[in-house]
C-alpha cells in the first residue's frame, strides 16, 4: 500500500499570503487530521476529517480552516499568512475508530517571510 | 484536556547504551502510540500501545493504563536511533484528537 503522500513538501510564502496544503491518506483509510509542528509548541493537533466532516477541532484561529473530498484526500488552508504560521505541517490518515493507529506523512514545510 | 508529559527531555548515549524513554498523561486514555521522528521531519509508528508490553527488535514498550504511564525501551542503541521520540494519546471518548507529549531528544554519538 502507498503512504499518506503530502504535497507541496516546501513552500515559501509571504505575510498576507494564503496557501493550500494536500494530502492524500492510505487507500482505504477516511480519516484525515492535521498537526503543526513549530519549535516553540511542539505538535499541536488541528482538526480531523472523517467521510468529509469536520470531526474535531482543535484551538486555532478561524484562519486555518480544511476540507476533505468523498476520495478522502485532503485540504488544508492557511489565510492571511503570519510570521508565526512558519511550521511543519502534517497529515495523518486512519480508518478513524479510535483505537487505530495513525499514520503520518512527510509533512510541508511552510515557511512565512 | 490531557496533559502528556515526556523525560527526560535531552539524551546522549554512546553507541551500545539502553535507555528508557517515559511518557505521563493526566487522564485515561483509549489510545497510545509511540512515534520517531527523524532528521527530515518524518513521524515513523513504533507501538501502537494503549495498555500491555509490546516488542520489536532492540525496542519494547510498556504502558500501565492504571497508573496513566508508558515507557519505551531501546536496547544496544544505535546511531540511527538518534531523533525526537514521542508519544501520542488520544482521550476516551475522543475522536482522533490526539495530543503529543513534549518529546524526547535523542543523540547517540559512536
Known amino acids: 500500500k502507498a503512504g499518506v503522500t503530502q504535497t507541496p513538501r516546501y513552500l515559501i510564502k509571504t505575510r498576507g499570503q494564503q496557501v493550500t496544503l494536500s494530502c492524500s491518506p492510505i487507500s482505504g483509510h477516511r480519516s484525515v487530521s492535521w498537526y503543526q509542528q513549530t519549535p516553540g509548541q511542539g505538535l499541536q493537533f488541528l482538526f480531523e476529517?472523517?467521510?468529509?466532516?469536520?470531526?474535531n477541532k482543535g484551538n486555532f484561529p478561524g484562519r486555518f480552516s480544511g476540507r476533505q473530498f468523498s476520495n478522502s484526500r485532503s485540504e488544508m488552508n492557511v489565510s492571511t499568512l503570519e510570521l508565526g504560521d512558519s511550521a511543519l505541517y502534517l497529515c495523518?490518515?486512519?480508518?478513524?475508530?479510535?483505537?487505530?493507529?495513525?499514520?503520518f506523512g512527510p509533512g510541508t514545510r511552510l515557511t512565512v517571510l | 484536556g490531557i496533559q502528556v508529559e515526556q523525560s527526560p527531555p535531552d539524551l546522549i548515549l554512546q553507541e551500545g547504551a539502553n535507555s528508557t524513554l517515559r511518557c505521563n498523561f493526566s487522564d485515561s486514555v483509549n489510545n497510545l502510540q509511540w512515534f520517531h521522528q527523524n532528521p527530515w521531519g518524518q513521524l515513523i509508528n513504533l507501538f501502537y500501545i494503549p495498555s500491555g508490553t509490546k516488542q520489536n527488535g532492540r525496542l519494547s514498550a510498556t504502558t500501565v493504563a492504571t497508573e496513566r504511564y508508558s515507557l519505551l525501551y531501546i536496547s544496544s542503541s544505535q546511531t540511527t536511533d538518534s531523533g525526537v521520540y514521542f508519544c501520542a494519546v488520544l482521550n476516551s471518548g475522543g475522536y482522533q484528537k490526539v495530543t503529543f507529549g513534549t518529546g524526547t531528544k535523542l543523540q547517540v554519538i559512536p
Open positions: 476529517y472523517f467521510s468529509e466532516t469536520q470531526r
Open positions: 495523518a490518515s486512519s480508518s478513524g475508530t479510535s483505537s487505530d493507529t495513525q499514520y
